[in-house]
């Protein structure tokens, strides 16, 4: 990130420790600083460049910013309220927003130091590097639970650099988060292709479509993108706040980037006549699943499947348990393996992602018209797992290290791939003469195993070992939900 850039970010980031001591969380403040922003670049846009104004002009920055104490907070309050009824971007930026600053004095020092910069002078580049810096800070308090929502970027990197979008094609993700896959797509198409003006207009409004069941995460989504100069044209929305596994948005993509949630089943709290609570396990029966399955990462990737055109392509982070879970998962496998052309196999190391326990995967997959014989002819795998040790703080995942991943795959020619000590390559008879269909497959020695002189640093192998205890403590709470359904 540019120094100008981290300046303002540590600015605006600091200022939360302040509102800290009032209950004020890291998620809440970001909230709060992107319904600000929005109003700030609004009216900079209407002062300084004379568009029209989208805030009504009871509502906007300049009536805010003429308020202090007790009058300020209601003109905020009513402020949120009224945008939230808007359609379009107003309405997603907005939608069920509520003031969390409750002293008017700190929120009138917040605003101010909003209105110190000129957002709209920003390049955009530098506007989104500042919000990103933002979510990722949001991103590290482990305990906001906001890092579920982030994928590491360097692993989006990697992904879209072998996917590689192209001009005029659109790009789909159903669990979008903070949108980490839009961005770095849109920087990729920006920056390795001459565009025309109708490239440019077709990628800022129609390349990408989004959903998140979150609507803070849709917000913050929405902003991200915004900012990086990617909207929906007049009132259309390219995000939207609801859960895609639902139904097919009747719209088909030509990619589809995604790193779904990590929870295995998806639920629904209902109540009684009592008024109890109960949390009741929801399945899908969807045309063109294969299964009908409480797992969500199932539905997901089955999901996918159904929103790519013919010859579409996908990329889809997915954990360990897709690649060997038994009925369900094993009947999904064995359908993609026949209806796709299911061709490579990225096998991520632990430590690279903010929630914990997770052993993760990355599955490339292009969706085939219909045909007699299987579309799968070889799986390549990469194991990035076997002898990597990765953390957050100490050693991160750098882009760099997945080079010879990029390398590997090859994009150019897929059918000129050499086999390496990390890439292998596996035939579909193969595949589907294991047990389940199991597709998970290692074959590196593990040297930690081996020989106490290559065991990581402490801190890396007490990091593995509390991930390892997560997993089976997830493991443990899924088999106790079917033992007592009811609890």
Request: glycine share 6%; charged share 30%; net charge negative.
């Amino acid at each position: 990130m540019a120094n100008a850039s981290a300046s303002i970010v540590q600015k605006l980031w600091n200022y939360c420790n302040v509102l800290r001591d009032d209950g004020v969380s890291y998620s809440d403040y970001v909230e709060q600083l992107t319904y600000l922003l929005f109003l700030k670049m609004a009216d900079e846009q209407t002062t300084l460049l004379g568009k029209a104004a989208i805030i009504p002009a009871d509502f906007d920055w300049r009536t805010l910013r003429a308020k202090d104490g007790d009058a300020l907070e209601t003109q905020y309050r009513k402020t949120l309220e009224t945008l939230a009824k808007f359609q379009g971007l107003l309405g997603v930026i907005f939608r069920k927003s509520q003031n969390k600053i409750q002293d008017p004095a700190k929120l009138k020092r917040l605003i101010e130091l909003i209105n110190d910069e000129t957002w709209i002078g920003l390049d955009t580049d530098v506007k989104g590097d500042i919000y990103e810096g933002l979510l990722q800070k949001n991103a590290e308090d482990t305990k906001s639970g906001a890092g579920q929502y982030f994928t590491p970027r360097p692993l989006i990197q990697a992904m879209v650099e072998v996917m590689r979008p192209q001009p005029g094609e659109t790009i789909c993700d159903p669990a979008c988060g903070t949108g980490g896959f839009f961005l770095v797509a849109h920087d990729y198409v920006l920056t390795q292709y001459a565009l025309d003006k109708a490239q440019k207009r077709f990628l800022r409004y129609s390349t990408f479509r989004g959903t998140d069941v979150a609507d803070g995460v849709v917000r913050l989504c929405a902003m991200n993108l915004y900012l990086h100069g990617i909207e929906g044209k007049g009132d259309e929305t390219i995000i939207e706040a609801k859960d895609s596994l639902l139904s097919h948005p009747g719209d088909y993509f030509d990619l589809v980037l995604t790193n779904p949630p990590f929870g295995k089943k998806s639920s629904i709290t209902i109540f009684n006549e009592e008024g109890k609570a109960k949390k009741e396990t929801l399945t899908y029966e969807r045309e063109g699943f294969y299964s009908t399955t409480s797992n969500k990462q199932l539905n997901f990737l089955q999901h996918v499947k159904t929103l790519l055109k013919i010859n579409g392509r996908a990329a889809v982070v997915v954990p360990d348990n897709v690649l060997f879970e038994g009925g369900a998962g094993e009947r999904v496998r064995r359908e993609l393996l026949k209806e796709c052309d299911v061709h490579t196999l990225l096998r991520l190391p632990t430590g690279i992602f903010y929630a914990h326990g997770v052993k993760a995967n990355v599955l490339f997959f292009d969706r085939k018209p219909a045909s007699e014989t299987p579309w799968t002819e070889k799986l390549w795998i990469y194991d990035f797992r076997t002898n990597q040790h990765f953390t957050l703080k100490t050693n991160p995942l750098r882009y760099g290290r997945l080079k010879d991943f990029i390398q590997c795959f090859n994009t150019d020619n897929r059918h000129e791939r050499q086999e390496t000590e990390q890439f292998k390559v596996f035939a579909y008879e193969e595949l589907v003469q294991r047990d389940k269909a199991n597709l998970d497959i290692f074959w590196l020695r593990d040297e930690s195993l081996e020989d106490s002189e290559n065991l990581p640093d402490p801190d890396v192998l007490a990091l593995e070992i509390a991930e390892d205890l997560e997993a089976a403590l997830a493991l443990f709470s899924s088999i106790t939900e079917k033992l007592l359904p009811d609890r």
